[in-house]
């Protein structure tokens, strides 16, 4: 299992979090992460930002509320797997930004972020449950079910389920 699935899993199990949605707002508070939505060029996701032991996730409010949850949970990756990017600032501030280049996973640390963000998500166990507990007659209608149980737009759901090998193309 993936470096990022077990820091998911690991997240989850402190906080006995069992059914979904997943809220990762509430996961990041409990972890002493502010979370705030606020006003970012339309290609920025988010920010998470560090400094001196606290951290704040930046959240870009117009995008869609699937969008921001998954935006949210990708920071959270970032803040349990990587060590942060320096930000060339007058401080020691050390950010890590989400955007359109991170989206498209050339970036192993942006890879391992979006990982993270799936498994907490839409972690395996609840997927696989949720999968044997729904009637669907077709792919398109099981991505359909799971996006709403799960709270994440439907291509995240077509591809966890294609990760999972739970489905094996593209539903949309």
């Known amino acids: ?10 997240l989850l199990e402190k906080f006995q979090v069992r059914t979904p949605p997943v809220d990762p707002v509430a996961l990041a508070e409990r972890l ?3 979370v705030v939505p606020q006003k970012l060029d339309d290609d920025v996701s988010g920010m998470l930002l560090r400094k001196d032991g606290s951290c704040v996730i930046g959240v870009n409010r117009s995008h869609s509320a699937e969008r921001r949850r998954f935006t949210v949970a990708h920071e959270l990756g970032h803040l349990r797997l990587h060590e942060g990017r320096p930000l060339i600032l007058d401080t020691d501030t050390r950010v890590n930004y989400r955007n359109m280049v ?12 979006n990982r993270f963000a799936a498994a907490l998500l839409a972690p395996e166990a609840m997927v696989r449950q949720a999968v044997r507990s729904v ?11 799971l996006s709403g149980r799960f709270q994440l737009s439907e291509i995240a759901m077509t591809y966890r389920l294609m990760n999972l090998g ?3 193309g593209p539903a949309w």
């Open 102 to 113: 991170s989206s498209m996973a050339t970036d192993r640390e942006e890879i391992d972020a």
């Open 1 to 10: 299992m993936a470096k990022a699935d077990l820091a998911a899993r690991e």
């Open 32 to 34: 002493g992460v502010l």
């Open 135 to 145: 009637g669907f007659r077709t792919a398109e209608e099981l991505v359909r079910v």
């Open 166 to 168: 739970i489905v094996s």
